[in-house]
């Protein structure tokens, strides 16, 4: 494999996959389902404390998905479209 190799498989992927229609859907929804949810759980504020942004990863999404709470419901509801694929258009 040769470093050319490398970039030109990177740059196909980048093409095929990580552009795809539904991959951008699926992230769009999850930026949604976090800005919706930060205003309860302040996710943003992680940004400004190292000991607590190191903590951020994809459990935030079991946590909305999970939680009973009222607040997050919008965020809940658009997790639970994503794992039952009824993504944006």
Partial sequence: LTIHKMFA?????YRTVYTHAKVKAIE???VDALVSANNYLQIASYIQDPSQFWKLDDTIMKTIETA???ELKE???LILRIRRRDLYQ
């Avoid at 498989?9 to 992927?13: E, G, H, V, W």
């Fill in 28 to 30: 769009l929804m999850v």
């Fill in 68 to 70: 009973p709470d009222q």
């Fill in 75 to 77: 965020s809940r509801d």
């Fill in 9 to 13: 498989t990177r740059a196909d992927l």
